[in-house]
C-alpha cells in the first residue's frame, strides 16, 4: 500500500493518545464505574428497593433466628454472624443481574457501540464487573447501617473496612463475570432471569452466610468450599466482627476467582455482538 | 492515491448464507459515501465487518492505510459509529452519555469538557444536555448518538441507516449535521440508506448493493445521465436490481431475475 494519506490535523492526537495494557485497563475500569455512580446518582430508589430483602433476612429471619438458638455460632450473637453473610448475599443478588444487563444492552444496540470504541473485551468486560463492585459497594453501605442499627457490634477501624471494600468488589466482580458468561452462552435475556434465579438461591444456601460449614451434611460441605461466596463471607466475618478465618486463603480465591471470571466472560463477549 | 477506506474482495458467510460477495471498493478521503440497497443486500454486513464487529473471513480491508485483521485498534480510534438502533444510555443526562464515550476514546482529560460541550453545541443539544436521556425524542437521541460518535473527532464517520425511523423534520436536522460536520473537519463519511432520495441529494457517491454483491458505483449525476435522460437513482437501482426496493427482499422472486453485472462509474 502507498503512504497513508495526510489525514488533517485536528485527527493529530489520535495515535498519541493511544493508552495500552494496564493504563488502558484501568481507564476503562475507572470509566464504568463512574458511569455506574452515575446511574445510582440518578435512581436512588433501586438503592432502596434492593434494600428491602437484606432488610427482611436480618430483621424477620435474623431476629427470631437469634431466639431459637438454633444454629451454634460459638460466642458470636447470630444476629451478628449473620450480617456479614447477607452482606455477600445482597451483593450476590445484584452481580446477578449484570448478565442481564449486558444482554439487554446488546439488544439496545449499546453494547455493539461500545465494541468499537478502542476497549479491548477483557477491559470491557472488566470494567462492568468492577461497575457491579461499586453498585454492591453501595448496597453493603446500606446493609452496615441497618445491622449497626440493630445492634450488631461491627468494627470501624478503617483498615478492616477497606478490607471489606475491596472483598465485596471482588465477589460481585466474581458473579458477575459468572452471569455475563452465563449471558454470552444462552444470549436471551429471559432464559438467563430464569437461569440466574436458579443459581443464586443454591449458591446462597450452599455457603456459609446463613450457618456454619461444619453443620451441614458431607456432599454440602464440598459444594460450599468450592462456593466462593463462602470465602466472601469468610473475609467479611473476620474483617466486620473478627471471628477466626485465614485471610490469605479467602483472597486468594476471591482475586483468582474475579480474573478468571473476566476472562470466561470476554472470551464469550464476542457471541453476544454478532 | 490511497483511500480512507479500502475493501478489497471481502466475502462474509453467515453458516450457508452469502451476506457479501467478492465486494471491492474505496472510499476516498472527505467524501460522503452512501452504500445504498434494499435489507438483505450486505449494507449493514459490510459496515460491521469495518468498524470490526465481524471478523474478517475472506479479503482485505485497509482504514487510513491500517489493516484491519492486524490493527483493528488503530482502526477503532479512528472510527466514529451511530449503529442502526437508537441506543443510548437512558438513565444517563445526554452529556453524561457524550462524556463516557470521550472516556472510552481517552480524550485527554484537559480538552474534555470543551470538547464535549462543543459537539453537544454542534448537535443543538446544549439546552438540554442536562436533562436524562430516556426524556429525549427519537431525534434528539440520534442527534445526541452523533456527538458521541464525534467527540473523537473520527477520521471516517460510519453511519447505518441513520434516519430510520425518523419523522422528516428530524431526518433534515440529521443530515444537516453529518454535512456540517463533514465540511468543518474534513470527515469521510460513510453511510447506507434506502432512501434513494436523501442519498441523492447528499452523497459524494454511491454504491448500490443487491443480495451480497456490488452492482455499480459511481457519482450520483453519472449513474443517473448514463440510466438516460430524467432518470431518478431509483431508476438506476431498479435497472441493477430487477426490481424496485420493496420487492427485493432477501431472496425474493425478483432476485432471480436479477443482473449479475458490476459497473464502475468515476
Known amino acids: ?274 | 492515491m490511497s483511500d480512507a477506506i479500502s475493501i478489497s474482495h471481502v466475502s462474509y458467510r453467515f453458516g450457508d448464507h452469502l451476506a457479501v460477495e467478492d465486494l471491492s471498493l474505496d472510499v476516498h478521503p472527505g467524501e460522503i459515501f452512501g452504500l445504498l440497497g434494499p435489507n438483505g443486500a450486505g449494507k449493514t454486513t459490510t459496515i460491521r465487518l469495518i468498524n470490526t464487529l465481524l471478523p474478517l473471513q475472506d479479503g482485505e480491508v485497509h482504514v487510513y492505510g491500517h489493516d484491519l485483521r492486524h490493527e483493528a485498534m488503530a482502526v477503532r480510534r479512528r472510527l466514529g459509529y451511530v449503529p442502526q438502533q437508537l441506543s443510548i444510555e437512558g438513565g444517563l443526562t445526554g452529556r453524561e452519555n457524550v462524556m463516557w464515550f470521550a472516556r472510552l476514546f481517552d480524550v485527554p482529560r484537559a480538552e474534555r469538557t470543551e470538547r464535549v460541550d462543543e459537539v453537544l453545541a454542534m448537535v443543538d443539544l446544549t439546552d438540554v444536555a442536562g436533562r436524562l436521556a430516556s426524556t429525549y425524542s427519537g431525534g434528539m437521541v440520534r442527534r445526541l448518538e452523533l456527538a458521541q460518535a464525534l467527540v473523537n473527532r473520527p477520521a471516517v464517520l460510519v453511519l447505518d441507516e441513520p434516519t430510520v425511523g425518523l419523522d422528516p423534520v428530524a431526518r433534515d436536522s440529521v443530515w444537516a449535521r453529518v454535512v456540517d460536520m463533514q465540511e468543518r473537519y474534513g470527515t469521510t463519511v460513510l453511510l447506507t440508506t434506502h432512501y434513494m432520495e436523501e442519498a441523492d441529494a447528499l452523497c459524494d457517491r454511491v454504491a448500490l448493493m443487491h443480495l451480497g454483491r456490488l452492482r455499480a458505483v459511481g457519482r450520483p449525476d453519472e449513474l443517473k445521465t448514463a440510466q438516460g435522460p430524467g432518470a431518478s437513482l431509483e431508476d438506476v437501482f431498479r435497472a441493477f436490481t430487477g426490481g424496485n426496493l420493496v420487492e427485493n427482499e432477501r431472496g425474493g422472486l425478483r432476485s432471480v431475475r436479477s443482473t449479475r453485472r458490476t459497473i464502475h462509474l468515476g
Request: hydrophobic share 55%; aromatic share 8%.
Open chain 1, 1 to 274: 500500500m502507498s503512504a497513508a494519506p495526510v489525514a488533517p490535523s485536528i485527527w493529530a492526537d489520535q495515535d498519541s493518545r493511544s493508552v495500552r495494557g494496564a493504563r488502558l485497563l484501568g481507564s476503562r475500569v475507572v470509566t464504568f464505574c463512574l458511569v455506574e455512580l452515575q446511574k445510582l446518582k440518578h435512581d436512588r430508589t433501586e438503592l432502596v428497593t434492593r434494600a428491602v430483602q437484606p432488610v427482611l433476612w436480618l430483621v424477620v429471619f435474623g431476629e427470631t433466628f437469634s431466639r431459637i438458638r438454633a444454629i451454634p455460632t460459638g460466642n458470636v450473637p447470630y444476629l451478628d454472624y449473620l450480617a456479614p453473610g447477607i452482606i455477600a448475599q445482597s451483593a450476590l443478588f445484584i452481580a446477578i443481574f449484570y448478565g442481564i444487563q449486558i444482554i439487554w444492552e446488546r439488544d439496545a444496540g449499546i453494547l455493539t457501540k461500545l465494541l468499537v470504541t478502542p476497549t479491548p473485551r477483557v477491559a470491557l468486560v472488566a470494567g462492568k464487573a468492577f461497575a457491579a463492585g461499586i453498585r454492591a459497594l453501595a448496597q453493603a453501605v446500606v446493609v452496615v447501617a441497618v445491622a449497626a442499627l440493630l445492634g450488631v457490634a461491627l468494627t470501624w477501624n478503617p483498615l478492616r473496612l477497606l478490607g471489606v471494600v475491596v472483598v465485596v468488589v471482588l465477589g460481585a466482580a466474581f458473579f458477575s463475570c459468572l452471569s455475563m458468561t452465563i449471558a454470552g452462552i444462552v444470549l436471551k435475556r429471559d432464559r438467563l432471569m430464569g437461569i440466574g434465579q436458579a443459581i443464586t438461591m443454591p449458591l446462597f444456601f450452599a455457603s456459609n452466610a446463613l450457618y456454619p460449614i461444619s453443620l451441614m451434611p458431607g456432599w454440602l460441605q464440598t459444594i460450599s468450599r468450592v462456593n466462593p461466596l463462602s470465602y466472601e463471607v469468610e473475609a467479611l466475618r473476620g474483617l466486620l466482627i473478627g471471628t477466626a478465618t485465614n485471610y490469605w486463603i479467602d483472597f486468594t480465591v476471591l482475586g483468582g476467582a474475579a480474573i478468571a471470571g473476566i476472562l470466561a466472560a470476554a472470551a464469550l463477549l464476542g457471541r453476544l455482538s454478532r
